[in-house]
């Protein structure tokens, strides 16, 4: 009995108690009416944190790897830089051209991907958007990864993985993307260039990251991993 239809057809075959079999019915009988209606959301608040990266497979078609890039670490530190990468390419908003339109657009999404984002490009998120609601599933890549034994920034994972940054963005960190906008705010066209083309990089390398920690987990915790 590998699957939540496995179980529900023959009930009986998992041995259980005859309370706990129809307790069980009744949950996998609603989640298998949740996921066959999109409902994310409801994995969301049903589904620990911790366990979001097992929806992944289920919500990949409808995933948003998201980054970032702010005028600071603070708390009153604004947003200047929203990266979304999805199964249609790379979209950037950015501050003074298009940020506003990123709250509508993220709806559209049931699942989200970041790297240290329950902690910081959320948080963010939602004070910049006030009223912003992010229902989603959210798998944290620097928690899942954590679990992996892989330890330290995205940049030093990425570097442990053997995946590459450009030339041109090869060693800047966060305090070089606020270095880079207030360059920008200083007419530098050519700053704002490299910060959108890090930003990018970032969120591409999320679904690298993805895929890695997917399958890993699949071993580690002894579950098939589906194709992706």
Same mark, same amino acid.
């Given at each position: 009995?590998?699957?939540?239809?496995?179980? &529900?057809?023959?009930? !009986? /075959?998992?041995?259980?108690?005859?309370?706990?079999?129809?307790?069980?019915?009744?949950?996998?009988? /609603?989640?298998?009416?949740?996921?066959?209606?999109?409902?994310?959301?409801?994995?969301?608040? #049903?589904? =620990?944190?911790?366990?979001?990266?097992? =929806?992944?497979?289920?919500?990949?078609?409808?995933? /948003?790897?998201?980054?970032?890039?702010?005028? !600071? &670490?603070?708390?009153? @530190?604004?947003?200047?830089?929203?990266?979304?990468?999805?199964?249609?390419?790379?979209?950037?908003?950015?501050?003074?051209?298009?940020?506003?339109?990123? #709250?509508? @657009?993220?709806?559209?999404?049931?699942?989200?991907?970041?790297?240290?984002?329950?902690?910081?490009?959320?948080?963010?998120?939602?004070?910049?958007?006030?009223?912003?609601?992010?229902?989603?599933?959210?798998? @944290?890549?620097?928690?899942?990864?954590?679990?992996?034994?892989?330890?330290?920034?995205?940049?030093?994972?990425?570097?442990?993985?053997?995946? #590459?940054?450009?030339?041109?963005?090869?060693?800047?960190?966060?305090? @070089? =993307?606020?270095?880079?906008?207030?360059?920008?705010?200083?007419?530098?066209?050519?700053?704002?260039?490299?910060?959108? =083309?890090?930003?990018?990089?970032?969120?591409?390398?999320?679904?690298?990251?993805?895929?890695? #920690?997917?399958?890993?987990?699949?071993?580690?915790?002894?579950?098939? /991993?589906?194709?992706?």
């Amino acid at each position: 009995m590998l699957s939540w239809r496995d179980f &529900m057809r023959e009930p !009986g /075959a998992a041995g259980l108690p005859a309370r706990i079999t129809g307790k069980a019915e009744s949950a996998i009988g /609603a989640s298998l009416r949740h996921l066959e209606a999109g409902n994310h959301s409801y994995f969301a608040s #049903a589904l =620990a944190s911790r366990e979001h990266w097992r =929806a992944y497979p289920e919500f990949s078609h409808r995933v /948003a790897y998201v980054d970032i890039e702010t005028t !600071g &670490m603070g708390e009153h @530190d604004s947003v200047t830089m929203v990266g979304v990468y999805d199964a249609r390419g790379v979209r950037i908003y950015t501050k003074g051209e298009d940020l506003q339109d990123f #709250a509508d @657009d993220i709806r559209q999404y049931g699942l989200l991907v970041t790297f240290f984002g329950s902690c910081f490009d959320l948080p963010f998120l939602r004070r910049r958007f006030l009223g912003l609601r992010l229902d989603q599933l959210h798998i @944290d890549l620097c928690h899942v990864l954590r679990r992996l034994g892989l330890k330290g920034g995205l940049k030093n994972i990425e570097r442990q993985l053997n995946i #590459a940054r450009s030339p041109e963005t090869e060693g800047l960190g966060g305090w @070089d =993307a606020v270095r880079l906008w207030r360059e920008w705010e200083r007419g530098s066209q050519e700053a704002l260039d490299l910060l959108k =083309a890090y930003n990018r990089e970032d969120i591409v390398n999320l679904e690298r990251l993805m895929h890695y #920690a997917y399958e890993h987990m699949c071993e580690k915790t002894g579950i098939p /991993a589906q194709a992706v």
